[in-house]
């Protein structure tokens, strides 16, 4: 299992230090791990002045899977956009063709009162969202503002085409598989014919995976059951712009930025594992950032990068039980509980595995 590191810039090399720490202790228990750590971002630009350095690229091409920490800072806001650290992280996406991007909102117990819902609604939440992340009317032609009669017009073009709808699809099933077994397909299939083609092909493809229940919602809908009873949704799939705004929407149920992990795969399952939050740069430095978000997109790069399963497992439960400990970093602290730095929660995380 050959994986490339990316700690990126702010809080970045902290996290991923723990993480990495995480996969040492794996690996003396026998995981056949390696790692070769490589520049992104920031700390990319400050070293040769790009953000994603040839090395690097060719660093995750040869790798079974990345772990990327995050990348961003106000140091870099002047610089032209093609030389800012964020212009790394869509290059790298693009170029490994993590077309399949995997949110999962799940709600800790012990971090219950964090969400901005009611304890009865979100306890117990575990719902995943499968969001397409390189096509859509993100990417499609025509698109532009340009001067029509005499006023500006702005447009954009929703896309897909059926081989493009039917990887997510495929990538969507075999998670369901891996879960619940129930799939709930997001469209607007009454308005929009692109979507009208995504409704049509993901039920094709439904007939490969018979064991998984399939469901279809459009998307207003989706919205409005995400919040008045998410916990009815096992995995959700949808298209690019859709799954950006619901899945930023099922993220935040949890209420916790620092604790939530994310994956995004190409159609071989090799796969980008990087938490959803930034380089937070107010607090870089310091050692108080949370590691959790980044120890679990290990797990998520276990279980859906390499099929192990029982290893992601135990990592998820080794937070578990840091968390039922009661130790939190300085974002989810409560009163009641230990305040702990970023060091101490890895350290805890790794006597509980
Ligand atoms: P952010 O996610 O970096 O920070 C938002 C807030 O959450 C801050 O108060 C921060 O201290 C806190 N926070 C984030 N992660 C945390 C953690 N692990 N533990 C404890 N607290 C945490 O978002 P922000 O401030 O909007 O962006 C900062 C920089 O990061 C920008 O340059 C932005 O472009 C970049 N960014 C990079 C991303 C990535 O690398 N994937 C994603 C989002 C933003
Ligand atoms: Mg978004």
């Given at each position: 299992?050959?994986?490339?590191?990316?700690?990126?810039?702010?809080?970045?090399?902290?996290?991923?230090?723990?993480?990495?720490?995480?996969?040492?202790?794996?690996?003396?228990?026998?995981?056949?791990?390696?790692?070769?750590?490589?520049?992104?971002?920031?700390?990319?630009?400050?070293?040769?002045?790009?953000?994603?350095?040839?090395?690097?690229?060719?660093?995750?091409?040869?790798?079974?899977?990345?772990?990327?920490?995050?990348?961003?800072?106000?140091?870099?806001?002047?610089?032209?956009?093609?030389?800012?650290?964020?212009?790394?992280?869509?290059?790298?996406?693009?170029?490994?063709?993590?077309?399949?991007?995997?949110?999962?909102?799940?709600?800790?117990?012990?971090?219950?009162?964090?969400?901005?819902?009611?304890?009865?609604?979100?306890?117990?939440?575990?719902?995943?969202?499968?969001?397409?992340?390189?096509?859509?009317?993100?990417?499609?032609?025509?698109?532009?503002?340009?001067?029509?009669?005499?006023?500006?017009?702005?447009?954009?073009?929703?896309?897909?085409?059926?081989?493009?709808?039917?990887?997510?699809?495929?990538?969507?099933?075999?998670?369901?598989?891996?879960?619940?077994?129930?799939?709930?397909?997001?469209?607007?299939?009454?308005?929009?014919?692109?979507?009208?083609?995504?409704?049509?092909?993901?039920?094709?493809?439904?007939?490969?995976?018979?064991?998984?229940?399939?469901?279809?919602?459009?998307?207003?809908?989706?919205?409005?059951?995400?919040?008045?009873?998410?916990?009815?949704?096992?995995?959700?799939?949808?298209?690019?712009?859709?799954?950006?705004?619901?899945?930023?929407?099922?993220?935040?149920?949890?209420?916790?930025?620092?604790?939530?992990?994310?994956?995004?795969?190409?159609?071989?399952?090799?796969?980008?594992?990087?938490?959803?939050?930034?380089?937070?740069?107010?607090?870089?430095?310091?050692?108080?950032?949370?590691?959790?978000?980044?120890?679990?997109?290990?797990?998520?790069?276990?279980?859906?990068?390499?099929?192990?399963?029982?290893?992601?497992?135990?990592?998820?439960?080794?937070?578990?039980?840091?968390?039922?400990?009661?130790?939190?970093?300085?974002?989810?602290?409560?009163?009641?509980?230990?305040?702990?730095?970023?060091?101490?929660?890895?350290?805890?995380?790794i006597a509980a595995l």
């Open positions: 299992m050959k994986i490339a590191v990316l700690p990126g810039d702010g809080i970045g090399p902290e996290i991923v230090g723990e993480a990495v720490r995480v996969l040492e202790a794996l690996k003396r228990d026998g995981l056949p791990v390696e790692t070769e750590t490589a520049l992104i971002g920031g700390a990319a630009v400050d070293a040769c002045g790009d953000p994603l350095p040839d090395a690097t690229l060719e660093i995750t091409r040869q790798a079974d899977a990345v772990l990327l920490g995050a990348v961003g800072g106000p140091k870099y806001d002047v610089l032209p956009r093609e030389q800012r650290p964020e212009r790394g992280l869509l290059r790298i996406r693009k170029a490994l063709n993590v077309f399949s991007n995997l949110r999962p909102a799940i709600l800790y117990p012990e971090l219950a009162a964090a969400s901005s819902l009611k304890p009865e609604i979100v306890s117990g939440l575990d719902i995943m969202i499968v969001r397409e992340l390189v096509g859509d009317i993100y990417f499609g032609e025509p698109r532009g503002i340009e001067v029509r009669n005499g006023e500006r017009v702005g447009f954009n073009t929703m896309i897909y085409s059926e081989s493009e709808i039917r990887r997510i699809a495929h990538s969507a099933f075999r998670i369901a598989m891996k879960r619940g077994k129930r799939l709930c397909s997001v469209d607007k299939m009454n308005v929009l014919e692109a979507t009208q083609l995504w409704r049509d092909v993901v039920i094709e493809v439904s007939a490969e995976y018979p064991e998984v229940e399939l469901s279809h919602m459009l998307v207003d809908n989706a919205a409005m059951q995400l919040v008045r009873n998410p916990k009815q949704f096992d995995v959700m799939v949808t298209g690019n712009m859709f799954g950006d705004i619901l899945s930023d929407a099922a993220s935040m149920l949890t209420g916790s930025i620092g604790m939530l992990p994310s994956a995004s795969l190409d159609a071989n399952g090799k796969g980008l594992f990087e938490p959803i939050h930034g380089s937070a740069p107010d607090i870089a430095g310091k050692g108080v950032a949370n590691p959790l978000a980044t120890i679990l997109s290990v797990a998520m790069m276990l279980r859906y990068s390499f099929d192990r399963s029982a290893e992601a497992d135990r990592i998820e439960n080794a937070v578990k039980k840091v968390l039922a400990s009661g130790l939190r970093t300085a974002d989810i602290y409560q009163p009641g509980t230990e305040k702990v730095g970023t060091r101490q929660m890895g350290d805890a995380v």
